[in-house]
């Protein structure tokens, strides 16, 4: 018994002894340095890393627009300033503000966000993650995908985030999102992509967005979505929810969009301009999918073709259904558009067909659409409903620019001023005013010339959304 003892007490002392070695041996390391992850097995440990690297090139954008009240008439009773004073009545003043997120993606200070963010603000200041705060001017606009580009007024040799490639993105791939939700500061949220290519979303014209369930709060628009290397695949810009937060469906525009719009914007260019087909796509129903003799809904088909367009010069007919561009599936016209946009113009994609049964290949040269006519801009004045409206004359370039459906005639209205009549009116950009009392309208100097008089009553024919309407309103 007392043998055993001993060997039990001998070899707890052992134990003791190694214990003791190997702590000493732990503390007297230095700690090791975490590294972006080489594999995914390494992903499971953390995601810091990769928010490291990423997250000092995110920043919040803050735009504001101060807006002139117009005055108060009760300001100018004798009555009023008799018991009140004053000295007639002044237009107030009030401030428009706006909050999102963005990211930085060249050093010398040009950063990436919504347009929604940015949308009619004139001001604009830019808070970097080390807390510095920065003025930022527009550089440009692209409403089409809800994109703009910002431009640091201070500064230089920003940290950057890498453009990745989001055709690379499959479903079931880790992601982050970071932004700056309900304004509460950076955050990061993790999640996996849901799936690819979603169109039908009704953010944008170019409507193929990567879905993620990553949180995206009110906030996080203009974001980066991030990969598992660091890299930008994506600007976080909507999300799918009936209470204004996040129920886990939310999406983000590709990579490769982006970086179209950021070329844009480095080369120079006040709006994008991208592949024009020529034509125009419907999406296929199983119903004329049938009619074709195709075995399931897929493709874009050629509803229209313009003798003059691309598509036509491809030999391209109507009927045919174009069924993928460069080799990468179209399962509908959205698709097309994205694919055609991305593309860079002077060159050639090759459109995957279907015709009569048979899959045949053509080469459609990317050319942006033609400004033929010229727009000749005008701002209407005087005393009519379109005061303060301005025109352009209509042509492919305005057609694809503005997303005119449905109309070919005409001149289009492209801007419209804060508190005229054209306002009141509810004209919206993008409308294209076809005839006003009964006189046909085909250039902006006949609408300037049909308003340049007084009128009882003015009756307005115009077109929008592809639908044609007629009103009358007082003169």
Not at 173 to 196: C, E, K, R
Not at 208 to 235: E, H, Y
Request: with cysteine; net charge neutral; proline share 5%.
């Amino acid at each position: 018994m007392r043998l055993f003892l001993r060997q039990v007490f001998f070899s707890a002392l052992v134990c003791a002894a190694v214990l003791a070695s190997f702590l000493e041996g732990a503390l007297a390391q230095p700690a090791q340095e975490r590294v972006v992850p080489g594999s995914r097995a390494e992903i499971a440990l953390s995601f810091a890393p990769i928010v490291k690297k990423a997250q000092p090139a995110v920043v919040n954008v803050f735009a504001s627009r101060v807006e002139r009240l117009p005055a108060n008439p009760l300001f100018d009773d004798p009555v009023f300033q008799r018991f009140f004073g004053g000295g007639g009545g002044m237009p107030g003043r009030n401030m428009s503000q706006s909050l999102g997120s963005g990211v930085i993606v060249d050093q010398s200070g040009l950063v990436v966000t919504n347009n929604h963010v940015i949308e009619g603000m004139t001001d604009v200041k830019v808070a970097l993650a080390d807390k510095r705060e920065i003025p930022a001017k527009i550089l440009l606009r692209d409403p089409r995908t809800d994109l703009a580009v910002l431009k640091l007024t201070e500064g230089a040799n920003f940290p950057t985030m890498e453009l990745g490639d989001s055709d690379a993105l499959e479903v079931g791939d880790l992601t982050l999102a970071i932004g700056n939700p309900f304004g509460v500061g950076q955050t990061v949220t993790q999640g996996i992509v849901s799936a690819l290519a979603r169109t039908h979303v009704g953010i944008s014209d170019y409507g193929f967005f990567i879905q993620t369930d990553a949180a995206i709060n009110p906030g996080n628009s203009g974001g980066p979505l991030v990969d598992m290397n660091g890299r930008l695949v994506g600007i976080n810009s909507a999300i799918f929810s009936k209470s204004g937060g996040s129920v886990g469906i939310g999406f983000a525009i590709p990579a490769n969009m982006v970086k179209s719009v950021v070329a844009a914007a480095k080369g120079g260019g006040k709006q994008v301009r991208r592949a024009w087909m020529g034509a125009s796509l419907q999406t296929l129903s199983q119903e004329i999918a049938d009619g074709l003799g195709l075995d399931r809904p897929t493709g874009a088909l050629l509803a229209d073709v313009d003798p003059k367009g691309p598509s036509a010069e491809a030999g391209l007919k109507r009927g045919d259904v174009i069924v993928s561009v460069d080799g990468q599936t179209a399962d509908d016209p959205e698709a097309v558009g994205y694919r055609l946009a991305t593309k860079p113009l002077g060159g050639q994609a090759t459109l995957g067909v279907l015709r009569g049964g048979k899959k045949i290949a053509a080469q459609i040269r990317l050319t942006p659409a033609p400004e033929t006519p010229a727009r000749d801009a005008v701002k209407i004045k005087g005393a009519s409903p379109f005061a303060g409206a301005t025109v352009v004359n209509i042509s492919p370039a305005v057609i694809e620019e503005m997303s005119v459906q449905g109309a070919t005639n005409g001149v289009v209205v492209s801007e419209i001023d804060d508190g005229t009549f054209a306002q009141q009116l509810n004209l919206q950009r993008g409308d294209v005013i076809l005839a006003v009392n009964d006189q046909k309208i085909e250039t902006t100097r006949d609408l300037e010339k049909v308003t340049s008089g007084r009128s009882y009553y003015w009756k307005i024919t115009l077109a929008r959304g592809g639908q044609v309407l007629t009103t009358v309103v007082g003169g």
